[in-house]
């Protein structure tokens, strides 16, 4: 089974940065559509960003010119760039691949705070 590996996740002030990597054990070009999304306290999950197999991206309006999605497809690993951190990015954030046979795989989630 595949397995998706989180990490880079933490506490940091408003306008700060982190960097989420989702490493997968699978080769990335097995990868239909690979994203981000986040689940704070009492809310659904939503969708933060994707990119499709061919690279193009989505993004939620809420994080559009703060956030970016990115992959490295030598080491089989999506990134989310977070800058300009906002309190309300705070949420656990997950990476979610959508594998050509049909299988979609769920990291284990990561928990990022913004506070001061």
């Known amino acids: 089974q595949v397995q998706l590996v989180e990490s880079g996740g933490g506490l940091v002030q408003p306008g700060g940065s982190l960097r989420l990597s989702c490493a997968t054990s699978g080769s990335i070009f097995s990868i239909n559509s690979m994203g981000w999304y986040r689940q704070a306290p009492g809310k659904q999950r939503e969708s933060v960003a994707t990119m499709s197999s061919g690279g193009s991206t989505n993004y939620a309006d809420s994080v559009k010119g703060r956030f970016a999605i990115s992959r490295d497809n030598a080491k089989n690993t999506v990134y989310l760039q977070m800058n300009s951190l906002k309190p309300e990015d705070t949420a656990v954030y997950y990476c979610?691949?959508?594998?050509?046979?049909?299988?979609?795989?769920w990291g284990q989630g990561t928990q990022v705070t913004v506070s001061s």
């Open positions: 979610r691949m959508d594998w050509s046979w049909g299988v979609r795989s």
